[in-house]
């Protein structure tokens, strides 16, 4: 007997019409919050006037020697008064945008329940998300904006870039480090001798975290040559090198320990105008730190209560100290204890400069901004700073903040760094 053959009647084929699609809420599938912007937000606050002409203030920076010892009628002590010097404050302009099209923005008003999440909390999420992984870029930065170098020699349109020496320092070439400051569709320029290199201008395409490149599409034929400073470039103007970061950044932790000049004022002509910086390298343990400590009370005056740690170096330090605990129990053992120093805030984050430990009193490191701190969250529509503005001749608006802001010190001597520290790889 033949059995006539048949199909079978599946839900996900044959009816798949009858069932509708069910879509989940947005989910974060990375790593999107900035420790550093947290920080920040918790710095203790600048108080001063901003002025679009000049912020100065005068700063007691020259030790004052003693009087004299003298006979009976003899001459009297030289006067003297060592006179202050001036210290230049200069804040930074953080703007970003996204643009949405009207038609987006009335289903926003009208007909939410079509939309899985608001558009528009969405795009400010992203561009807040953006905006504290900047600052917290900057926090370690200098006001040169100098992301890294490049090593790569060569004369072509587009093409893959080698990234070396993470803020310009020759130890800091982890790749994963510096892969982690950029992000596709970034927008960077090329500078060599303070000048920006010709049509060097250009779009990330893709970026390298396993080998520390990325991948750049230039306005022109660009030829680098090795050392060429890369910086952002992510404004719509495309051309000069006023169009980039260059020189328009914030004063940052780096800026404060290793430059000559901070403020405006040399550490070469001031000497106690100077951070301490440890070289020892090895181990971060207790002579780094003591060191570290004594410098800044002897120097500085101060009282050191934040300690930032690389990743590596943080995970070192508590390999090194757990390795010489004994236990008289080893059931009562903590797998993951924490080292810790009485009044010391202890810091990590993936941010932070690898081999690097940094040592400061808060009270010397101070955040001003103009305007309230905004949200890494995005929350809408109350943002600070923010503003519809209507594109030319387009059915769109361009969504716009806005953030004027800078970091500060008073004593750099109350800062300290110890570099060339051994890491564990995470």
Same mark, same amino acid.
């Given at each position: 007997?033949?059995?006539?053959?048949?199909?079978?009647?599946?839900?996900?084929?044959?009816?798949?019409?009858?069932?509708?699609?069910?879509?989940?809420?947005?989910?974060?599938?990375?790593?999107?919050?900035?420790?550093?912007?947290?920080?920040?937000?918790?710095?203790?606050?600048?108080?001063?006037?901003?002025?679009?002409?000049e912020i100065t203030f005068p700063i007691d920076i020259v030790r004052q020697g003693g009087g004299a010892f003298?006979?009976?009628?003899?001459?009297?002590?030289?006067?003297?008064?060592?006179?202050?010097?001036?210290?230049?404050?200069?804040?930074?302009?953080?703007?970003?945008?996204? +643009?949405?099209?009207? @038609? #987006?923005? &009335?289903? *926003?008003?009208?007909?939410?329940?079509?939309?899985? $999440?608001?558009?528009?909390?969405?795009?400010?999420?992203?561009?807040?998300?953006?905006?504290?992984?900047?600052?917290?870029?900057?926090?370690?930065?200098?006001?040169?904006?100098?992301?890294?170098?490049?090593?790569?020699?060569?004369?072509?349109?587009?093409?893959?870039?080698?990234?070396?020496?993470?803020?310009?320092?020759?130890?800091?070439d982890n790749a994963a480090y510096l892969g982690e400051l950029f992000a596709v569709d970034d927008r960077v320029?090329?500078?060599?001798?303070?000048?920006?290199?010709?049509?060097?201008?250009?779009?990330?395409?893709?970026?390298?975290?396993?080998?520390?490149?990325?991948?750049?599409?230039? +306005?022109?034929?660009? @030829? #680098?040559? &090795?050392? *060429?400073?890369?910086?952002?470039?992510?404004?719509? $103007?495309?051309?000069?090198?006023?169009?980039?970061?260059?020189?328009?950044?914030?004063?940052?932790?780096?800026?404060?320990?290793?430059?000559?000049?901070?403020?405006?004022?040399?550490?070469?002509?001031?000497?106690?105008?100077?951070?301490?910086?440890?070289?020892?390298?090895?181990?971060?343990?207790?002579?780094?730190?003591?060191?570290?400590?004594?410098?800044?009370?002897?120097?500085?005056?101060?009282?050191?209560d934040t300690l930032i740690l690389s990743n590596g170096v943080d995970v070192d330090l508590h390999a090194n100290?757990?390795?010489?605990?004994?236990?008289?129990?080893?059931?009562?053992?903590?797998?993951?204890?924490?080292?810790?120093?009485?009044?010391?805030?202890?810091?990590?984050?993936?941010?932070?400069?690898?081999?690097?430990?940094?040592?400061?009193?808060?009270?010397?490191?101070?955040?001003?901004?103009?305007?309230?701190?905004?949200?890494?969250?995005?929350?809408?529509?109350?943002?600070?700073?923010?503003?519809?503005?209507?594109?030319?001749?387009?059915?769109?608006?361009?969504?716009?903040?806005?953030?004027?802001?800078?970091?500060?010190?008073?004593?750099?001597?109350?800062?300290?760094?110890?570099?060339?520290?051994?890491?564990?790889?995470?």
């Open positions: 007997m033949a059995v006539l053959g048949y199909t079978f009647t599946t839900g996900g084929t044959t009816l798949s019409k009858l069932y509708r699609k069910v879509q989940g809420d947005v989910l974060t599938g990375f790593q999107r919050a900035c420790e550093e912007f947290r920080w920040l937000k918790r710095a203790k606050r600048l108080k001063i006037d901003y002025s679009l002409r003298i006979t009976e009628g003899a001459y009297e002590a030289n006067p003297r008064t060592e006179a202050p010097q001036e210290l230049t404050f200069a804040p930074v302009h953080y703007n970003d945008r996204f +643009n949405i099209t009207i @038609t #987006s923005l &009335a289903i *926003d008003r009208a007909n939410r329940k079509a939309m899985l $999440g608001r558009q528009i909390k969405y795009q400010v999420r992203k561009m807040a998300e953006g905006m504290a992984n900047r600052f917290g870029q900057t926090f370690y930065g200098f006001s040169t904006g100098e992301l890294c170098k490049t090593s790569t020699v060569a004369t072509q349109a587009s093409g893959t870039y080698t990234l070396i020496d993470a803020y310009g320092q020759t130890d800091l320029g090329l500078i060599r001798s303070a000048a920006l290199v010709a049509n060097a201008i250009g779009t990330l395409t893709a970026v390298s975290e396993t080998n520390g490149t990325i991948d750049v599409t230039w +306005n022109g034929s660009v @030829t #680098s040559a &090795a050392n *060429d400073i890369v910086v952002f470039a992510n404004s719509v $103007g495309n051309t000069v090198i006023g169009d980039t970061d260059y020189n328009n950044c914030p004063v940052g932790v780096l800026d404060m320990i290793i430059s000559t000049s901070v403020h405006n004022l040399s550490g070469a002509a001031n000497p106690n105008w100077t951070a301490y910086q440890n070289t020892d390298g090895g181990r971060f343990g207790l002579s780094h730190f003591r060191k570290m400590v004594h410098r800044i009370h002897n120097k500085g005056g101060g009282e050191p100290q757990f390795a010489a605990v004994r236990f008289n129990d080893p059931r009562a053992m903590a797998l993951d204890g924490a080292v810790k120093e009485p009044g010391i805030t202890m810091r990590t984050s993936r941010k932070v400069p690898n081999s690097r430990a940094f040592l400061y009193d808060s009270d010397s490191v101070r955040l001003w901004h103009l305007e309230d701190i905004p949200s890494e969250d995005g929350e809408v529509p109350e943002y600070p700073g923010a503003g519809f503005d209507k594109v030319q001749d387009r059915n769109a608006v361009n969504w716009s903040m806005d953030f004027h802001f800078g970091l500060f010190t008073d004593n750099r001597a109350n800062l300290a760094m110890a570099s060339s520290l051994t890491e564990q790889a995470i």
